[in-house]
């Protein structure tokens, strides 16, 4: 374990410099003298043992202490302590269901969606609600999004997929709208009840939004990538992950048209996830060889490698600010992005 710090330590620090933002060097009195020790804060990712063996597809938290990741044979996961130790929430089932996303507003309310069913949850996972099904005839629940007690959910009900609003935890749904332009849209983004985009990867691809609540779409001509994941850090401003793996879509205009962002690699690597805290700060993270993060502070104009994590297969990544981040991938890896205190002595005092 010793060794693979040091080594991570080192292709962090290679491939990161530490901006000044990240600084956590408090400032010195005026009575300490030249001697007085600092402090560099070092970025670093560090295992976590989640306990599981899953593909974990999902993972989400809400504060540096509280998160949640989900995946494969009835798998969800939770911890209270950043990452430290992790706990199962549901029995583990052989063949069970694959649970795709995990979504929480707080360290109570969230919700969990496989393409077969959808779970809510007012208590941070202890107990788990089924949500009746929308429509006698539905056959699967699509993507969804999350405002506050509100969930807009996608549902697909024969040949088309339908939006359909709860706020009970999906005891009782409303239709909004009609028919979307298509049946299959991938990822769903309401950034308050009026304001919305649904995206669809796969050829030909598609990106379709609303400005009225779902009650009308309109499609977007702009290629996007096969995992075609789209974030919104406002109803103007907001990412999907572009055609080419070395690019991300950005839209200043919420989504009527599109410019390319570099991101700085050098050959086109599959994006697996995309998230934003604001119209500054975002993550991207990459299924290239050894899997890497990428980080912009400045909406995208640059982004920059927070290191390799070792693995290919991840899937997911959640950062609640930037000093803590968790990635997540094949065979219940967990990865933990924080920073660590390096002490430096300054010089010593003349004699």
């Not at 990459?286 to 104009?301: E, I």
Request: glycine share 10%; net charge negative; proline share 4%.
């Amino acid at each position: 374990m010793l060794i693979r710090l040091v080594i991570a330590l080192i292709a962090v620090t290679s491939l990161f410099t530490l901006p000044t933002s990240f600084s956590r060097a408090a400032a010195q009195d005026d009575q300490e003298t030249e001697a007085t020790p600092t402090v560099r804060w070092v970025p670093r990712w560090d295992r976590q043992e989640s306990g599981a063996s899953d593909n974990l597809f999902a993972v989400t938290f809400v504060n540096p202490m509280r998160g949640w990741a989900v995946g494969a044979n009835n798998t969800i996961l939770r911890t209270t302590n950043g990452g430290e130790t992790w706990t199962r929430l549901q029995e583990r089932r052989d063949r069970g269901t694959d649970f795709r996303e995990v979504t929480f507003v707080d360290e109570n309310h969230g919700w969990v969606r496989s393409n077969e069913s959808l779970l809510y949850t007012s208590n941070g996972g202890d107990t788990w609600q089924p949500a009746a099904k929308p429509e006698r005839n539905a056959s699967q629940f699509g993507p969804g999004s999350v405002l506050g007690n509100t969930r807009l959910q996608l549902v697909t009900v024969g040949a088309s997929q339908r939006l359909y609003r709860t706020d009970d935890g999906g005891q009782a749904w409303t239709q909004i709208g009609g028919q979307l332009p298509r049946a299959n849209y991938d990822y769903l983004v309401f950034t308050d009840l009026t304001h919305g985009w649904a995206s669809h990867g796969f050829t030909p691809s598609q990106l379709a939004m609303t400005q009225d609540g779902g009650a009308t779409w309109s499609v977007v001509s702009q290629p996007i990538n096969q995992n075609s994941k789209i974030v919104f850090a406002s109803p103007a401003t907001g990412w999907i992950l572009g055609e080419n793996g070395t690019v991300v879509l950005n839209t200043a205009n919420g989504g009527q048209s599109w410019s390319t962002q570099s991101t700085g690699l050098r050959t086109s690597q599959p994006l697996t996830d995309i998230q934003v805290l604001s119209e500054a700060l975002g993550y991207i993270l990459t299924s290239s060889d050894t899997g890497v993060v990428l980080r912009t502070a400045d909406g995208g104009a640059s982004w920059q490698s927070l290191g390799a994590l070792g693995t290919r297969e991840v899937r997911a990544v959640s950062f609640t600010d930037a000093e803590h981040g968790w990635v997540v991938g094949d065979q219940g890896f967990i990865d933990y992005f924080h920073l660590v205190p390096v002490p430096e002595e300054g010089p010593a005092n003349a004699e």
